[in-house]
């Protein structure tokens, strides 16, 4: 019987789902078609929840086949050199690999076809501090339309101890797919800080080295390619949460690192080769102020990487410490150089920001002098316009200009600072 306006309400208020009503304790939400209990709503949560997270499986592969223009390994390269400088050899390396990827993706049936199984080549970049590994990474992960993961190597344990799992790796690319899991299996992954997890000692230990030759033992599997159960929410705060198989056949890993110090490993095998006449001539040959360029997989073996991880990284490539012209053009020229930065900081508050020659002398000069690289530029400059960005927002002129005297003055003024003690 319906209810008129203002009328007593001759019909108790029930959940349209479960038909609980009010006088058994149910909170509920009403709406013009009915009300819906809370109990009901949280069920109807969790059960989204859990189709979202599912794996399904989607026309993803056939779209970018059908949508996707291939870039050749020269176009990458062309790309690349808009925001980073130097580095021409990991450029080159880091173009071929994605292009091969790409081309894996867009020709998986042709192989299947021919018989032919083609077979992913992983990288490895190594590299002072400083000297662009992980822009690199960013910069590729902007040209790129599939699934791209930044992530880091220092956080990652054993399985059964305090960190993060190995399979964590997974649940960025995951994430950055929208849970396509068809869609990640296509990602490229890059695993910074490889370095980082270096087994501590080759001594047998009565204790486990369990974020060091323990995870690169968990890696070997999914670098390899297998099919890997990723937590889809993160490793072990959600410990109920449904495993999503992701097979990482066809994901790209790359890898970067410092390794501090390998150097020595690399002269030490260069000098035990050079027996009997002719030493002189032969040390003539090798570069010693670069003996990154000379790096070999039994360097990255005595350095602490296990030779299982070392063989599924066949591309080893390396990046040249900068060098003064190198920091002046990374201050000035590419898309996103630091001076344009600032520059347009100022500019939003309506002041044009100029900046004398040799001020950026100054700058480049004291990033050399203290072996600070690419990231030491913005400490430097930091140090010197921050007072500035402090009054010029309030001040009446529109334009603010920074002269070599000052720069001095602020830089000398910080010489306790931590960047100056290094």
């Given at each position: ?48 929840k859990e189709v979202k ?40 390396f880091l173009s071929v ?68 799992d190995v399979e964590s ?254």
């Open positions: 019987m319906a209810v008129k306006n203002g009328g007593p309400k001759d019909k108790e208020r029930r959940c349209i789902f479960c038909s609980r009503g009010e006088k058994d304790g149910a909170l509920l939400l009403g709406g013009d078609l009915g009300c819906i209990c809370s109990e009901c709503v949280e069920r109807v949560h969790e059960y989204l997270l599912s794996p399904v499986k989607s026309n993803y592969g056939e779209k970018v086949k059908e949508d996707f223009k291939l870039l050749t390994p020269k176009e990458i390269h062309k790309y690349l050199n808009q925001y980073v400088i130097g580095q021409e050899e990991a450029k080159k690999a994605v292009y091969n990827h790409y081309k894996r993706i867009l020709y998986k049936g042709q192989e299947e076809k021919n018989d032919l199984d083609i077979e992913k080549s992983n990288v490895l970049m190594v590299g002072p501090t400083g000297t662009g590994k992980t822009l690199l990474a960013r910069t590729i992960a902007k040209m790129l339309h599939l699934p791209f993961a930044i992530v880091d190597a220092t956080v990652l344990t054993e399985a059964g101890y305090v960190g993060e790796i997974l649940t960025r690319l995951l994430q950055d797919a929208d849970y396509d899991v068809e869609k990640a299996q296509m990602g490229i992954v890059f695993i910074d800080e490889i370095d980082k997890i270096a087994r501590k000692s080759d001594n047998p230990s009565i204790t486990r080295d369990v974020s060091g030759e323990g995870v690169q033992q968990a890696m070997l599997k999914i670098l390899e390619g297998n099919i890997v159960n990723v937590p889809p929410q993160g490793g072990r705060k959600h410990p109920e949460q449904k495993m999503i198989a992701v097979d990482t056949t066809n994901i790209l890993f790359i890898c970067g690192g410092a390794f501090e110090g390998i150097e020595k490993k690399i002269a030490q095998r260069l000098n035990t080769k050079v027996v009997g006449y002719g030493v002189q001539e032969r040390l003539k040959v090798v570069d010693k102020k670069e003996l990154l360029k000379y790096i070999a997989p039994q360097d990255l073996r005595s350095y602490g990487l296990i030779p299982e991880l070392i063989g599924r990284l066949p591309v080893v490539t390396y990046l040249h410490p900068l060098d003064r012209e190198a920091l002046m053009n990374i201050l000035t020229e590419p898309k996103n150089a630091l001076i344009k930065q600032y520059k347009e900081i100022f500019k939003m508050d309506g002041i044009e920001l100029k900046i004398e020659e040799k001020v950026l002398d100054l700058i480049v000069d004291t990033a050399v002098k203290y072996n600070l690289g690419a990231r030491g530029l913005r400490s430097i400059c930091e140090a010197i316009m921050m007072d500035a960005m402090y009054a010029a927002p309030s001040m009446k002129n529109k334009e603010f200009e920074i002269t070599l005297p000052y720069a001095e003055e602020k830089i000398s003024s910080l010489t306790g600072s931590m960047f100056l003690k290094i």
